[in-house]
């Protein structure tokens, strides 16, 4: 092709461009723009085309054209896919094709894509399908037959729950419980504020995407009921609070929520604000504000909230058993694959799981049926005392007696379990003030627990074990006490060795 024609259709090209379009939301995009940036719900959408250069350039109009069906119809994380996708194309042949992209184009680029790339040939073909079917120049009409025909491996959906992958599957149920335990003491510490604490229980009571959690607002949560009206993603509707999924929360969590949004309309937010603010959130933001109008004013992109939360979850995930005892991988998705699995062992079937992940088909719940719990590591119980100090499960402070605990006696703070003793175990440095957990099963986890020294915890270990035998046919039951178990184990640990260390000052004082 000649640089005169080349320019001659390039012109005819920008002039059949609209000059202005429509997203499926409602967002207008000016296509002429070199930039094209809109608000897609609680997502940014940018499709920036002064990346392609060095002759690039001149397949612009072209696939601008190819892109606007999908901005309009479809949502914004499908176009700029697309368009990414074509980028990569285009950084990986390199050299510009002198008139049209060929079928020697795809199949090198197909050559060169790594394992985890391939997918990008199936991204690719629906773009250039598009291309040629509107009857764009720039690309042979050859090039969708030969991707039609080749075998293009799509994202391997399923694989991390399949496979129980330890660093992006569902949690184990070691794992679980030793989370919910860490984030609890890390937010009683100070160490974490309390939307994140959040973040993780309504992702572990409700599965949901990241996303979905960004659209929530204030008013979502029923605090009468202690129901959560959690906004649907992927229902192509025009934006995620079209359609809603309701939850129950656990009192626990339900009293945590409503003194959270008590501080938060204190500080002058209000029933439409957002549930995480971008305010509250976020340490500073770079985007561009929204407009005050705007059904997402306030919110927080999905992408930052995922990253922001996990650069929080950083500093207190737990060691895992499963990687050689590294800090546990937390990132959202993890808690989305946790929920369904749990909720396939627990029996539930297809049609539940959907729709408690929101999905409108069945197509993709299959893999949590199929994964069998018997997958999960079988953890070799007789290492437990050996690797009970790495698990950390109990986080309080061992005390001598009564007169060295926080309270001293004070009403509330004395721990008692009529179960198995008279005397009591410990006492508590918060009074059991607005405690409603089990005591003192949950004591022994919580880091305000001071277990007294010369305490008959090893009656509670005996209970425990006991009632953990009950439910050796049931797998989930039977793990329930597992953590309690392994923090009274420390606690008797840490008195047999305070034991050993008052003789031995008692010897030396004889001598």
């Not at 399949?162 to 419980?177: A, C, L």
């Not at 088909?361 to 437990?384: C, F, W």
């Not at 007169?403 to 379990?417: M, Q």
Request: charged share 25%.
């Amino acid at each position: 092709m000649s640089q005169t024609s080349e320019l001659d259709t390039q012109t005819a090209l920008v002039a059949t461009l609209p000059s202005r379009i429509f997203t499926r939301s409602g967002a207008p995009v000016d296509t002429q723009d070199d930039v094209w940036a809109w608000t897609d719900g609680p997502f940014d959408a940018r499709l920036d085309f002064r990346w392609y250069a060095k002759g690039f350039e001149a397949f612009v109009p072209a696939l601008k054209l190819a892109l606007v069906p999908f901005v309009k119809g479809y949502s914004c994380r499908y176009a700029d896919n697309l368009d990414s996708t074509f980028r990569h194309f285009t950084r990986i042949i390199g050299e510009c094709p002198k008139a049209s992209i060929t079928t020697k184009h795809i199949a090198n680029y197909a050559a060169r894509l790594l394992a985890h790339e391939r997918w990008r040939l199936g991204t690719l073909s629906i773009l250039l399908q598009k291309w040629v079917e509107l009857g764009l120049p720039g690309v042979e009409p050859q090039c969708v037959r030969f991707l039609a025909e080749r075998r293009k491996p799509g994202n391997k959906k399923g694989e991390a729950v399949r496979t129980r992958n330890p660093v992006e599957g569902p949690f184990s149920e070691e794992e679980y419980t030793s989370l919910y335990s860490s984030v609890n003491a890390a937010y009683g510490q100070g160490e974490l504020p309390l939307w994140t604490l959040l973040l993780v229980r309504l992702l572990l009571a409700c599965g949901g995407r990241i996303s979905q959690y960004a659209s929530l607002k204030v008013c979502d949560f029923d605090s009468a009921l202690s129901v959560l009206k959690l906004p649907q993603a992927k229902t192509r509707e025009v934006h995620t609070r079209v359609a809603f999924l309701e939850f129950d929360i656990s009192p626990q969590t339900g009293r945590l929520i409503v003194d959270y949004l008590g501080d938060m309309r204190e500080q002058g937010f209000s029933d439409d604000s957002a549930f995480f603010p971008e305010a509250l959130v976020m340490v500073q933001s770079r985007r561009k504000a929204r407009a005050s109008d705007d059904l997402f004013f306030g919110h927080c992109a999905p992408d930052s909230l995922s990253q922001r939360f996990r650069a929080c979850m950083l500093d207190v995930a737990p060691p895992t058993s499963r990687l050689d005892f590294a800090p546990l991988p937390v990132a959202p998705k993890r808690f989305r694959y946790t929920f369904a699995t749990r909720l396939a062992e627990e029996g539930a079937s297809k049609v539940v799981i959907a729709n408690r992940l929101g999905h409108v088909d069945l197509q993709h719940v299959d893999v949590y049926v199929a994964a069998s719990p018997k997958i999960v590591e079988n953890i070799d119980r007789t290492m437990g005392a050996v690797l009970a100090p790495l698990a950390r499960a109990f986080k309080g402070q061992l005390v001598e007696d009564e007169a060295h605990t926080t309270h001293k006696g004070a009403p509330g703070s004395c721990i008692i379990d009529f179960r198995v003793s008279t005397s009591p175990v410990g006492s508590c440095a918060g009074k059991g003030q607005g405690c409603a957990f089990n005591k003192p099963i949950a004591c022994y986890t919580c880091f305000r627990f001071e277990p007294w020294l010369d305490a008959p915890h090893e009656k509670v270990l005996v209970r425990l074990q006991e009632e953990r035998a009950k439910w050796a046919s049931d797998a989930r039951m039977a793990a329930v006490n597992d953590e309690p178990i392994r923090a009274v184990e420390e606690v008797i640990a840490l008195c047999s060795l305070a034991r050993d260390q008052r003789e031995d000052n008692r010897d030396a004082e004889a001598a």
